[in-house]
Every structure is written in structure tokens, then in C-alpha cells.
């Protein structure tokens, strides 16, 4: 899992703008890199709030990179 943090969040679009550490599957080797992402299922929008602490898992898809998993980290 990687490391992030909520900037924003936008539930019409399916989007969450996240400051992340490394994704190596995603060959995202610096720290503290800022981007949006689209999640996979809405609802996992529903579970965060702006500045909230994360650990999450994206992939590259079709439809751009997309977070795959999402939960509250510490
Ligand atoms: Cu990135």
C-alpha cells in the first residue's frame, strides 16, 4: 500500500486529488508528488475527508490511473 494524503475530492467526477509517496508499480519514485486520481468504485469517496490520512493501491487502467483500494491510514 502506499502513503497519502487528501487534497480534494471530487464525487461527481469519480476523482481524488491525493499527495503520495513512491508507487513503484507505477514507476513514481519520488516522495510527495501531488495528482488526481479516479477511484474505482464512488462509494470509497464516501469513506475519506480532505486532509485525511490514506494507504491506497492504484493501477494503470484504460480510463487513466485509478486507485483500486482506499482505507484511512495512520
Ligand atoms: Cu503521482
Known sequence: ?????VKKIDEVAG???LKHGPIKNLGM???GMTMVFRVRDPAMLKKVKVGDK????AERTT???TVTKMQ???
Open 1 to 5: 500500500m502506499v502513503n497519502g494524503k
Open 29 to 31: 519514485d519520488e516522495d
Open 15 to 17: 476523482k481524488v486529488t
Open 63 to 65: 480510463a487513466g490511473i
Open 54 to 57: 490514506v494507504q491506497f493501491e
Open 72 to 74: 484511512k491510514g495512520k
